[in-house]
């Protein structure tokens, strides 16, 4: 996933660009909420941090 924009539905979205090519989402592009992006951030920092041991 990439970050390529924001705005969206009442302003506050992040655009995002998925690596699974056009037929996913809005042609490969979704808006998702701050508060998604940061729980799922902190759980990939998570699970890499625990792998690294």
């Known amino acids: 996933?990439?970050?390529?924009?924001?705005?969206?539905?009442?302003?506050?979205?992040?655009?995002?660009?998925n690596s699974w090519g056009p037929g996913w989402?809005?042609?490969?592009h979704a808006w998702l909420p701050p508060d998604y992006?940061?729980?799922?951030?902190?759980?990939a920092a998570t699970v890499m941090s625990k792998g690294n041991n």
């Open 37 to 43: 992006l940061v729980k799922q951030l902190a759980e």
């Open 25 to 28: 989402g809005d042609n490969g």
């Open 1 to 17: 996933m990439l970050a390529v924009g924001r705005g969206g539905p009442e302003g506050r979205h992040i655009l995002i660009r």
